[in-house]
C-alpha cells in the first residue's frame, strides 16, 4: 500500500496568495469608499438653479406681525407676535399674550439660538444647530435654512450629485436636487424665482413645505410645513410683512433678565 506524502504548502506561494488578497481587499474598499461623480448638469436645470439662488441672495430682512400654530400630534400650540428675520440667519420671534406682553420670545443667528419662556422665567441656550430649530419648532432645520423658509425661499441642497428640471405640474416646473443621503424638488414661477412649494425625502428629516401666495415683490402670505407621517405641521401666517426695510440688527439681539433660571447647552 502506497503512503501518502504529508501536503506541506509553499510558504512563498502562500504568502504571495495572502498578498494579492489583502491588495484585491483595499482595492475593493477603495472602490466602495469612493463617492460617486456628479452628474452633468444641463443648461436650464443650471439656469434654475441660479434663478432660484439669485432670489434668495436679493432678501435682506423680514419684519412681520405672524401667527403660528404647530401641531404635534393631538398637541396645537398657537402663537401670534411680531417676527424678525435677517439673512442669512438670524430671526428673533417674540410672541404675545392677548393683552399685549410677551410670553415667549426666540432669538438666534449662525452661533447660537435662546429660547426664553416669559410666564415661567426660563431659558434655554443652544448652539446653532437643526437640532435647536427642532426643540422650539418641531423640525430639524439649520438657522439659514429657516430663515430662508420663513421668507419664502429655499435654499437648494449643497453639493448635490444631480440636478434636473422637471417638467411643470399643477404647481408649475420643479427643480430636482439628489445628493449622497437626501433628495430635494423645488417648485418655483419661472419668472421670478419664487419658491411655491419645496419637498426633502430619503434623509433623516422628511418634510414637505407650501408657500401661499403673496405680493410678488413682498413675503408669502403664509408658510405651511408638514411632515409626511402627518405627525407634525407648522402654519405660519404673515399680516403686513414688510421685506428689505433695513431695520436696526440690535433689534435681534436678546437679554435675558439675571432673575431668569437659564439651562446652557452650548
Not at 416646473?173 to 425625502?201: H, M, V, Y
Request: charged residues 25%.
Amino acid at each position: 500500500m502506497a503512503r501518502r506524502r504529508p501536503n506541506r504548502s509553499n510558504p512563498v506561494a502562500a504568502g504571495a496568495l495572502l498578498a494579492l488578497g489583502l491588495g484585491w481587499a483595499l482595492i475593493q474598499a477603495g472602490c466602495a469608499s469612493t463617492p460617486p461623480a456628479p452628474q452633468p448638469v444641463s443648461p436650464d436645470a443650471a439656469a434654475a438653479h441660479a434663478l432660484l439662488e439669485r432670489r434668495w441672495e436679493g432678501f435682506r430682512d423680514l419684519r412681520s406681525l405672524a401667527e403660528i400654530t404647530v401641531r404635534r400630534g393631538d398637541r396645537v400650540e398657537r402663537l401670534a407676535g411680531v417676527l424678525l428675520l435677517r439673512a442669512p440667519a438670524s430671526l428673533r420671534l417674540e410672541a404675545l399674550s392677548p393683552f399685549g406682553t410677551p410670553v415667549l420670545v426666540v432669538a438666534g443667528d449662525a452661533r447660537a439660538l435662546t429660547v426664553w419662556e416669559v410666564l415661567g422665567e426660563r431659558a434655554y441656550l443652544f448652539p446653532a444647530s437643526p437640532d435647536a430649530t427642532r426643540r422650539w419648532l418641531g423640525l430639524a432645520l439649520g438657522p439659514d435654512e429657516l430663515v430662508a423658509i420663513l421668507s419664502g425661499h429655499v435654499l437648494p441642497i449643497k453639493d448635490p450629485l444631480a440636478v434636473e428640471l422637471q417638467a411643470a405640474d399643477e404647481m408649475g416646473p420643479s427643480l430636482a436636487l439628489r445628493g449622497a443621503e437626501a433628495a430635494q424638488r423645488i417648485w418655483f414661477d419661472p419668472a421670478s424665482g419664487r419658491a411655491r412649494a419645496a419637498e426633502w425625502t430619503g434623509g433623516a428629516n422628511p418634510a414637505r413645505v407650501v408657500f401661499a401666495d403673496g405680493a410678488t415683490d413682498s413675503a408669502p402670505a403664509g408658510v405651511t410645513l408638514t411632515t409626511p407621517d402627518g405627525k407634525l405641521q407648522v402654519v405660519v401666517k404673515y399680516r403686513a410683512p414688510r421685506i428689505n426695510i433695513g431695520f436696526d440688527a440690535e433689534l435681534l439681539k436678546l437679554a435675558v433678565p439675571e432673575r431668569v433660571r437659564i439651562q446652557d447647552f452650548r
